[in-house]
């Protein structure tokens, strides 16, 4: 045990305030929470990613027992999705080796786009997504 916190204590978490145009990132390792919530339409989709999925890839080394990814956006472009692909795809393969891992989305009572979004990557991910209906994101 003594080794699985020290290595956390070396790992800093990512707590980042959102824009008009990019997510509010909330990536926490003591919990096994990774949250982005708001609007992801950032000038470089890539770039503002890149760190997000190196953090979960360093992350994946040595996790919590659960791991929950909250995707709490009310909206995101065409290139966020793909960088959202890509999160989902690290996290699927962290899946069941140490951890379990749990995503729930959240859409809007009467955003059927994102609730669709949601239904897509659970179709092409093979993780447990839980839909979660909400008035406000």
Request: aromatic share 10%.
């Amino acid at each position: 045990m003594f080794k699985r916190e020290n290595q956390l204590n070396n790992m800093e978490n990512i707590n980042l305030g959102g824009t008009p145009k990019t997510p509010s990132v909330n990536f926490n390792c003591e919990n096994g929470v990774i949250e982005l919530k708001g609007r992801s339409i950032p000038e470089n989709s890539v770039e503002f990613y890149k760190p997000l999925n190196n953090w979960i890839e360093k992350y994946g080394e040595n996790p919590q027992k659960t791991t929950v990814f909250e995707v709490k956006l009310e909206y995101f472009n065409t290139s966020s999705s793909k960088c959202l692909l890509d999160i989902f795809k690290i996290l699927e393969s962290i899946n069941g080796t140490a951890t379990e891992v749990k995503v729930k989305w959240y859409f809007e009572k009467d955003d059927g786009d994102m609730q669709e979004a949601g239904e897509d990557y659970q179709a092409l991910i093979p993780l447990p997504f839980i839909m979660i209906e909400v008035e406000e994101i």
